[in-house]
């Protein structure tokens, strides 16, 4: 049986007010059929940005402090390098339509 080819997204996660954010939309992508991976230990930016390009990850979301002030998420492209800031609260559907 083929498989669905998958690209994978990585939840790279900034402080411990954006750790429940993330739980959450990672939970919401991963139902939807995504495979997304997210960062546990606690890292730098640069450093959970470096194991998304060793984990061939498409696609990296980047949740902090200020993004959620803000109410939005950042989307990274790991392929054109482009970023774009997406609503929170449509994050889901919007990821679909970039990433598809």
Avoid: C, H
């Avoid at 959970?48 to 696609?59: I, L, N």
């Avoid at 990296?60 to 929170?88: C, H, P, R, W, Y």
């Amino acid at each position: 049986i083929p498989q669905k080819e998958t690209n994978l997204i990585y939840t790279a996660v900034l402080g411990d007010n954006a750790r429940q954010v993330a739980f959450n939309l990672v939970s919401l992508l991963r139902s939807r059929g995504y495979q997304v991976e997210t960062d546990f230990m606690r890292r730098s930016l640069k450093a959970q940005m470096r194991d998304a390009g060793k984990k061939q990850a498409k696609w990296v979301i980047i949740i902090g402090t200020d993004e959620i002030q803000k109410d939005k998420i950042v989307l990274k492209n790991m392929a054109s390098g482009e970023q774009k800031e997406i609503q929170l609260s449509q994050a889901a559907d919007q990821i679909e339509a970039v990433t598809k």
